[in-house]
Protein backbone atom coordinates (compact mmCIF):
# COMPACT_ATOMS: atom_id res chain seq x y z
CA UNK A 1 0.00 0.00 0.00
CA UNK A 2 1.63 3.18 -1.35
CA UNK A 3 0.60 5.85 1.50
CA UNK A 4 -1.86 6.31 4.35
CA UNK A 5 -3.39 8.92 1.88
CA UNK A 6 -3.63 6.62 -1.27
CA UNK A 7 -5.56 3.59 -1.81
CA UNK A 8 -4.27 0.55 -2.83
CA UNK A 9 -4.89 -0.68 -6.74
CA UNK A 10 -4.65 -4.14 -7.32
CA UNK A 11 -4.63 -5.61 -11.14
CA UNK A 12 -6.87 -8.89 -10.96
CA UNK A 13 -6.67 -11.67 -13.39
CA UNK A 14 -10.08 -9.95 -15.18
CA UNK A 15 -8.61 -7.55 -17.98
CA UNK A 16 -11.37 -4.93 -16.50
CA UNK A 17 -11.69 -5.44 -13.27
CA UNK A 18 -9.30 -3.47 -10.81
CA UNK A 19 -9.41 -3.87 -6.65
CA UNK A 20 -9.06 -0.93 -4.59
CA UNK A 21 -8.42 -0.69 -1.05
CA UNK A 22 -9.26 2.50 1.01
CA UNK A 23 -7.24 1.52 4.08
CA UNK A 24 -3.68 2.57 5.20
CA UNK A 25 -0.22 -0.01 5.98
CA UNK A 26 -1.22 0.17 9.66
CA UNK A 27 -4.78 -1.57 9.13
CA UNK A 28 -6.04 -4.64 9.75
CA UNK A 29 -6.48 -6.09 6.45
CA UNK A 30 -6.62 -10.10 6.16
CA UNK A 31 -4.66 -11.82 3.23
CA UNK A 32 -8.28 -13.69 2.66
CA UNK A 33 -10.10 -10.78 2.35
CA UNK A 34 -8.17 -9.39 -0.11
CA UNK A 35 -8.18 -12.86 -1.70
CA UNK A 36 -11.86 -12.41 -2.24
CA UNK A 37 -11.77 -9.19 -3.80
CA UNK A 38 -9.98 -10.50 -6.19
CA UNK A 39 -11.90 -13.85 -6.62
CA UNK A 40 -15.09 -11.14 -6.88
CA UNK A 41 -12.98 -9.08 -9.33
CA UNK A 42 -12.11 -12.15 -12.18
CA UNK A 43 -15.79 -12.63 -12.45
CA UNK A 44 -17.31 -12.53 -15.54
CA UNK A 45 -18.97 -8.61 -16.18
CA UNK A 46 -16.60 -7.16 -13.34
CA UNK A 47 -15.42 -3.60 -13.42
CA UNK A 48 -14.12 -2.44 -10.42
CA UNK A 49 -14.22 -3.91 -6.37
CA UNK A 50 -13.54 -1.40 -3.69
CA UNK A 51 -12.55 -2.71 -0.23
CA UNK A 52 -13.56 -0.28 2.72
CA UNK A 53 -10.97 -0.09 5.78
CA UNK A 54 -13.54 -2.60 7.49
CA UNK A 55 -13.03 -5.22 4.79
CA UNK A 56 -12.86 -8.50 6.13
CA UNK A 57 -13.58 -12.17 4.97
CA UNK A 58 -17.18 -13.47 4.55
CA UNK A 59 -18.90 -16.31 3.26
CA UNK A 60 -18.60 -16.33 -0.72
CA UNK A 61 -17.39 -12.66 -0.69
CA UNK A 62 -16.02 -9.99 1.05
CA UNK A 63 -17.82 -7.90 3.85
CA UNK A 64 -16.91 -4.53 3.83
CA UNK A 65 -17.02 -4.07 -0.09
CA UNK A 66 -18.79 -2.94 -2.75
CA UNK A 67 -18.54 -4.15 -6.17
CA UNK A 68 -19.38 -3.12 -9.61
CA UNK A 69 -20.44 -5.24 -12.46
CA UNK A 70 -22.41 -5.36 -16.09
CA UNK A 71 -23.92 -8.62 -14.37
CA UNK A 72 -26.04 -8.82 -10.90
CA UNK A 73 -24.80 -11.05 -8.85
CA UNK A 74 -26.75 -12.31 -5.85
CA UNK A 75 -23.94 -13.22 -3.72
CA UNK A 76 -22.49 -10.59 -3.45
CA UNK A 77 -25.24 -8.85 -1.60
CA UNK A 78 -25.70 -12.14 0.43
CA UNK A 79 -28.69 -13.41 2.50
CA UNK A 80 -29.22 -10.45 4.38
CA UNK A 81 -30.86 -8.23 2.16
CA UNK A 82 -31.90 -4.85 3.44
CA UNK A 83 -29.64 -4.73 6.78
CA UNK A 84 -28.58 -1.48 7.50
CA UNK A 85 -28.55 1.32 10.60
CA UNK A 86 -31.33 3.30 11.58
CA UNK A 87 -30.67 6.22 14.33
CA UNK A 88 -33.37 7.60 16.06
CA UNK A 89 -33.64 11.11 18.34
CA UNK A 90 -34.78 10.42 22.02
CA UNK A 91 -36.48 12.42 24.32
CA UNK A 92 -35.79 11.36 27.97
CA UNK A 93 -35.73 13.17 31.13
CA UNK A 94 -32.86 10.77 32.45
CA UNK A 95 -30.66 8.03 31.24
CA UNK A 96 -29.51 5.89 33.99
CA UNK A 97 -27.96 2.59 31.96
CA UNK A 98 -29.19 -0.03 34.43
CA UNK A 99 -32.70 1.24 35.05
CA UNK A 100 -33.31 1.20 31.01
CA UNK A 101 -31.98 -2.21 30.29
CA UNK A 102 -34.21 -3.45 32.78
CA UNK A 103 -36.91 -1.97 31.01
CA UNK A 104 -36.25 -2.96 27.56
CA UNK A 105 -38.96 -5.30 25.53
CA UNK A 106 -38.13 -8.73 24.13
CA UNK A 107 -37.07 -7.82 20.91
CA UNK A 108 -36.74 -11.73 20.46
CA UNK A 109 -40.68 -12.30 20.63
CA UNK A 110 -41.89 -10.94 17.13
CA UNK A 111 -44.82 -8.89 16.57
CA UNK A 112 -48.13 -10.77 15.43
CA UNK A 113 -50.35 -9.10 13.57
CA UNK A 114 -53.45 -11.10 15.40
CA UNK A 115 -52.24 -11.79 18.68
CA UNK A 116 -50.32 -8.01 18.84
CA UNK A 117 -52.84 -6.23 17.17
CA UNK A 118 -53.16 -3.85 19.83
CA UNK A 119 -49.94 -3.33 20.58
CA UNK A 120 -49.18 0.48 19.79
CA UNK A 121 -45.78 0.06 17.85
CA UNK A 122 -48.20 -1.20 14.77
CA UNK A 123 -48.53 3.16 14.36
CA UNK A 124 -45.09 3.20 12.27
CA UNK A 125 -46.67 0.87 9.47
CA UNK A 126 -47.64 2.64 6.87
CA UNK A 127 -49.41 0.02 4.46
CA UNK A 128 -49.05 -3.42 3.78
CA UNK A 129 -45.65 -5.24 5.13
CA UNK A 130 -43.43 -5.80 1.86
CA UNK A 131 -43.59 -8.89 0.65
CA UNK A 132 -46.67 -9.71 3.29
CA UNK A 133 -43.31 -11.03 5.23
CA UNK A 134 -44.54 -11.45 8.76
CA UNK A 135 -42.22 -13.80 10.44
CA UNK A 136 -40.19 -12.00 13.05
CA UNK A 137 -41.54 -8.58 12.60
CA UNK A 138 -40.15 -6.34 15.26
CA UNK A 139 -37.04 -8.30 16.08
CA UNK A 140 -33.28 -7.62 15.81
CA UNK A 141 -32.09 -10.76 15.06
CA UNK A 142 -28.50 -12.55 15.80
CA UNK A 143 -24.57 -11.86 14.70
CA UNK A 144 -23.62 -8.31 15.02
CA UNK A 145 -27.00 -6.87 14.78
CA UNK A 146 -28.40 -4.89 18.06
CA UNK A 147 -30.19 -1.98 19.54
CA UNK A 148 -28.65 0.52 21.23
CA UNK A 149 -29.68 3.45 23.53
CA UNK A 150 -26.53 6.13 22.88
CA UNK A 151 -25.41 9.28 24.00
CA UNK A 152 -23.86 12.45 21.31
CA UNK A 153 -20.46 12.18 22.84
CA UNK A 154 -18.27 14.72 21.03
CA UNK A 155 -19.64 17.00 18.22
CA UNK A 156 -17.07 16.79 15.54
CA UNK A 157 -18.97 19.15 12.55
CA UNK A 158 -21.52 21.92 15.14
CA UNK A 159 -22.97 22.94 11.31
CA UNK A 160 -24.01 19.55 10.50
CA UNK A 161 -24.75 18.47 13.36
CA UNK A 162 -27.68 21.57 14.10
CA UNK A 163 -29.02 20.22 10.54
CA UNK A 164 -29.28 16.85 11.83
CA UNK A 165 -31.00 18.81 15.03
CA UNK A 166 -28.02 17.16 17.23
CA UNK A 167 -25.94 18.39 19.95
CA UNK A 168 -23.53 16.89 22.90
CA UNK A 169 -25.70 15.21 25.36
CA UNK A 170 -28.53 14.47 23.28
CA UNK A 171 -29.65 10.72 23.09
CA UNK A 172 -30.51 8.37 20.12
CA UNK A 173 -31.70 5.14 19.27
CA UNK A 174 -29.48 3.15 17.16
CA UNK A 175 -31.11 -0.01 15.29
CA UNK A 176 -29.06 -2.20 13.82
CA UNK A 177 -31.06 -4.82 11.63
CA UNK A 178 -31.84 -6.71 8.48
CA UNK A 179 -34.81 -8.49 6.86
CA UNK A 180 -34.91 -11.33 9.19
CA UNK A 181 -35.25 -14.41 6.90
CA UNK A 182 -36.94 -12.61 3.92
CA UNK A 183 -33.76 -12.03 2.08
CA UNK A 184 -32.16 -15.60 2.97
CA UNK A 185 -35.27 -16.89 1.50
CA UNK A 186 -34.30 -14.72 -1.73
CA UNK A 187 -30.46 -15.75 -2.12
CA UNK A 188 -31.65 -19.27 -1.66
CA UNK A 189 -34.17 -19.47 -3.88
CA UNK A 190 -31.49 -18.03 -6.94
CA UNK A 191 -28.39 -20.26 -5.84
CA UNK A 192 -30.50 -23.29 -5.66
CA UNK A 193 -30.71 -23.32 -9.13
CA UNK A 194 -28.22 -20.72 -10.45
CA UNK A 195 -25.28 -21.14 -7.56
CA UNK A 196 -22.62 -18.25 -7.49
CA UNK A 197 -23.54 -17.57 -10.82
CA UNK A 198 -25.69 -14.13 -11.95
CA UNK A 199 -28.91 -13.65 -11.92
CA UNK A 200 -31.12 -14.63 -15.31
CA UNK A 201 -33.42 -12.54 -14.91
CA UNK A 202 -31.92 -9.16 -13.17
CA UNK A 203 -35.64 -7.42 -13.14
CA UNK A 204 -37.33 -10.11 -11.10
CA UNK A 205 -34.39 -10.56 -8.76
CA UNK A 206 -34.58 -6.88 -8.19
CA UNK A 207 -38.56 -6.62 -7.32
CA UNK A 208 -37.94 -9.48 -4.72
CA UNK A 209 -34.59 -7.46 -3.05
CA UNK A 210 -36.48 -4.08 -3.27
CA UNK A 211 -38.98 -5.47 -1.20
CA UNK A 212 -36.42 -7.04 1.41
CA UNK A 213 -34.59 -3.18 1.80
CA UNK A 214 -37.94 -1.88 2.38
CA UNK A 215 -38.76 -4.23 4.80
CA UNK A 216 -35.67 -3.97 6.68
CA UNK A 217 -36.07 0.04 7.17
CA UNK A 218 -39.77 -0.84 8.03
CA UNK A 219 -38.41 -3.38 10.59
CA UNK A 220 -35.65 -0.69 12.13
CA UNK A 221 -38.65 1.46 12.83
CA UNK A 222 -40.99 -1.20 14.49
CA UNK A 223 -38.42 -1.88 16.63
CA UNK A 224 -37.76 1.66 17.57
CA UNK A 225 -41.22 2.44 18.20
CA UNK A 226 -40.96 -1.07 20.66
CA UNK A 227 -38.51 0.42 22.52
CA UNK A 228 -39.88 4.06 22.77
CA UNK A 229 -42.95 2.74 24.11
CA UNK A 230 -41.41 0.18 26.45
CA UNK A 231 -38.76 3.29 27.72
CA UNK A 232 -41.72 6.11 28.03
CA UNK A 233 -40.94 7.92 25.10
CA UNK A 234 -42.44 9.03 21.95
CA UNK A 235 -41.40 7.25 18.36
CA UNK A 236 -39.90 9.19 16.32
CA UNK A 237 -38.50 9.44 12.32
CA UNK A 238 -35.13 8.32 12.04
CA UNK A 239 -32.85 11.33 11.27
CA UNK A 240 -30.32 8.50 9.26
CA UNK A 241 -32.16 5.45 7.77
CA UNK A 242 -29.16 3.28 5.62
CA UNK A 243 -29.10 0.25 4.04
CA UNK A 244 -25.70 -1.86 3.67
CA UNK A 245 -26.24 -4.62 2.18
CA UNK A 246 -28.39 -4.34 -1.45
CA UNK A 247 -27.45 -3.74 -5.03
CA UNK A 248 -27.80 -0.39 -7.09
CA UNK A 249 -28.66 0.49 -10.96
CA UNK A 250 -26.02 2.78 -11.47
CA UNK A 251 -24.46 4.20 -14.64
CA UNK A 252 -25.93 1.06 -16.48
CA UNK A 253 -24.62 -1.28 -14.13
CA UNK A 254 -25.20 -3.15 -11.11
CA UNK A 255 -23.25 -1.86 -8.03
CA UNK A 256 -23.62 -4.29 -4.99
CA UNK A 257 -22.80 -3.56 -1.27
CA UNK A 258 -22.17 -6.03 0.79
CA UNK A 259 -21.59 -4.18 4.46
CA UNK A 260 -20.67 -1.26 2.63
CA UNK A 261 -23.15 1.78 3.31
CA UNK A 262 -24.15 4.22 0.25
CA UNK A 263 -21.53 7.24 0.48
CA UNK A 264 -22.32 9.70 -1.98
CA UNK A 265 -23.66 12.44 -0.03
CA UNK A 266 -25.57 10.42 2.36
CA UNK A 267 -25.45 10.46 6.36
CA UNK A 268 -23.89 7.19 7.60
CA UNK A 269 -23.50 5.77 11.03
CA UNK A 270 -20.36 3.99 11.04
CA UNK A 271 -20.72 1.83 14.17
CA UNK A 272 -18.08 0.69 16.59
CA UNK A 273 -18.53 -1.48 19.47
CA UNK A 274 -20.26 -2.53 22.07
CA UNK A 275 -17.37 -0.56 24.12
CA UNK A 276 -16.29 2.13 22.11
CA UNK A 277 -18.71 5.42 20.22
CA UNK A 278 -20.07 4.66 17.27
CA UNK A 279 -19.38 7.78 14.61
CA UNK A 280 -21.84 9.39 12.64
CA UNK A 281 -20.20 10.72 9.48
CA UNK A 282 -21.40 13.06 6.20
CA UNK A 283 -19.98 10.37 3.23
CA UNK A 284 -19.32 12.22 0.54
CA UNK A 285 -17.60 9.66 -2.00
CA UNK A 286 -16.75 9.03 -5.45
CA UNK A 287 -16.51 6.31 -8.21
CA UNK A 288 -13.04 5.23 -6.98
CA UNK A 289 -14.63 4.27 -4.07
CA UNK A 290 -18.26 3.15 -6.05
CA UNK A 291 -20.07 5.34 -3.97
CA UNK A 292 -19.73 3.46 -0.68
CA UNK A 293 -17.95 3.92 2.64
CA UNK A 294 -17.50 1.95 5.54
CA UNK A 295 -20.32 0.14 7.82
CA UNK A 296 -18.93 -0.42 10.87
CA UNK A 297 -15.53 -1.31 12.69
CA UNK A 298 -15.08 -4.74 11.07
CA UNK A 299 -13.91 -8.26 12.62
CA UNK A 300 -10.56 -9.13 13.28
CA UNK A 301 -11.43 -12.39 14.85
CA UNK A 302 -13.44 -15.26 13.54
CA UNK A 303 -16.54 -16.28 16.03
CA UNK A 304 -14.77 -19.18 16.62
CA UNK A 305 -11.28 -17.34 17.58
CA UNK A 306 -13.79 -14.55 19.62
CA UNK A 307 -15.21 -16.87 21.64
CA UNK A 308 -12.15 -18.94 22.36
CA UNK A 309 -9.74 -16.07 23.26
CA UNK A 310 -12.40 -14.42 25.17
CA UNK A 311 -13.67 -16.76 27.73
CA UNK A 312 -9.75 -16.97 28.55
CA UNK A 313 -9.27 -13.12 28.83
CA UNK A 314 -12.95 -11.73 30.18
CA UNK A 315 -15.87 -13.27 32.61
CA UNK A 316 -19.26 -12.94 31.50
CA UNK A 317 -19.98 -10.03 33.92
CA UNK A 318 -17.27 -7.68 32.29
CA UNK A 319 -18.91 -8.15 28.99
CA UNK A 320 -21.95 -6.95 30.41
CA UNK A 321 -20.55 -3.52 31.83
CA UNK A 322 -18.37 -2.40 29.20
CA UNK A 323 -15.42 0.58 30.63
CA UNK A 324 -17.49 3.01 29.03
CA UNK A 325 -19.86 2.61 32.07
CA UNK A 326 -22.70 1.42 29.56
CA UNK A 327 -24.34 -2.24 29.71
CA UNK A 328 -25.03 -5.00 27.55
CA UNK A 329 -27.87 -7.17 27.47
CA UNK A 330 -27.56 -10.12 26.22
CA UNK A 331 -28.68 -13.87 27.52
CA UNK A 332 -26.81 -15.55 24.49
CA UNK A 333 -23.29 -16.07 26.90
CA UNK A 334 -21.45 -17.67 23.43
CA UNK A 335 -22.93 -14.45 21.18
CA UNK A 336 -21.61 -12.16 24.38
CA UNK A 337 -18.23 -13.71 23.62
CA UNK A 338 -17.89 -13.63 20.08
CA UNK A 339 -19.09 -9.80 20.08
CA UNK A 340 -16.56 -8.78 22.64
CA UNK A 341 -15.36 -5.29 21.55
CA UNK A 342 -11.35 -7.05 21.15
CA UNK A 343 -13.16 -9.00 17.87
CA UNK A 344 -13.29 -5.79 15.97
CA UNK A 345 -10.92 -3.48 14.58
CA UNK A 346 -10.16 -0.56 15.89
CA UNK A 347 -13.54 1.82 14.62
CA UNK A 348 -10.74 5.10 15.45
CA UNK A 349 -8.71 3.52 12.94
CA UNK A 350 -11.47 3.18 10.16
CA UNK A 351 -12.76 6.47 10.63
CA UNK A 352 -9.55 7.79 10.12
CA UNK A 353 -9.31 6.14 6.87
CA UNK A 354 -12.32 7.13 5.72
CA UNK A 355 -11.13 11.05 6.36
CA UNK A 356 -7.84 10.30 5.11
CA UNK A 357 -8.75 8.99 1.70
CA UNK A 358 -11.34 11.62 1.32
CA UNK A 359 -14.40 9.59 1.49
CA UNK A 360 -15.67 10.82 5.03
CA UNK A 361 -16.27 13.77 7.54
CA UNK A 362 -17.29 13.16 11.01
CA UNK A 363 -19.55 15.03 12.43
CA UNK A 364 -20.32 13.52 15.98
CA UNK A 365 -19.69 10.52 18.02
CA UNK A 366 -22.59 7.80 20.04
CA UNK A 367 -21.63 7.16 22.93
CA UNK A 368 -23.65 4.08 24.09
CA UNK A 369 -25.71 3.77 27.42
CA UNK A 370 -27.12 0.52 27.05
CA UNK A 371 -26.94 -1.98 24.05
CA UNK A 372 -29.25 -5.03 23.85
CA UNK A 373 -28.49 -7.86 21.75
CA UNK A 374 -30.75 -10.65 23.27
CA UNK A 375 -33.10 -10.45 26.02
CA UNK A 376 -31.91 -10.85 29.74
CA UNK A 377 -32.14 -14.60 30.06
CA UNK A 378 -32.98 -14.34 33.91
CA UNK A 379 -35.78 -16.68 35.71
CA UNK A 380 -38.19 -13.96 35.38
CA UNK A 381 -37.48 -13.17 31.27
CA UNK A 382 -38.29 -16.98 31.00
CA UNK A 383 -41.31 -16.97 32.71
CA UNK A 384 -42.24 -14.50 31.04
CA UNK A 385 -41.48 -16.44 27.56
CA UNK A 386 -43.33 -18.95 28.85
CA UNK A 387 -46.27 -17.15 29.31
CA UNK A 388 -46.83 -15.32 25.78
CA UNK A 389 -46.24 -19.04 24.63
CA UNK A 390 -49.17 -20.21 26.57
CA UNK A 391 -51.11 -16.84 25.06
CA UNK A 392 -51.76 -18.56 21.69
CA UNK A 393 -52.08 -16.66 18.36
CA UNK A 394 -49.68 -17.36 15.48
CA UNK A 395 -46.14 -16.87 15.30
Not at 13 to 31: D, K, M, N
Not at 264 to 284: E, F, I, K, N, Q
Not at 308 to 320: D, N, P, Q, W, Y
Not at 381 to 388: L, N, T
Request: proline share 8%; net charge neutral.
Amino acid sequence: MSSPHSPSEFRSPSPAATVTVFASPTSWIESEALAQCHQVAALDGMIHVAGMPDLHPGKGAPIGAAMTSRLLYPLLVGSDIGCGIAVFPVRLRRAVPERLAARFPDLDRPLDPERDAADPSWTVVAGDVPAGHVDGLGTVGRGNHFVELARIGAVLDPDHASRLGLDAGDLVLVVHSGSRGLGERILRAHTEVHGAGPAPDPAAYLELHDAAVRWGSLNRRLLAARVAHALGFAPTEPIVDQCHNLVEVRDGGYLHRKGAAPGDGRDVLVAGTRGTPSYLVAAHAGPDANHSVAHGAGRKMSRADALRRGRAKHTVEELRRTPMGSVVVCGDRQLLFEEAPSAYKRIEHVITDLVDHGLATPVATTVPLVTYKTPDAGPAHRADRRAGRRGGGRR
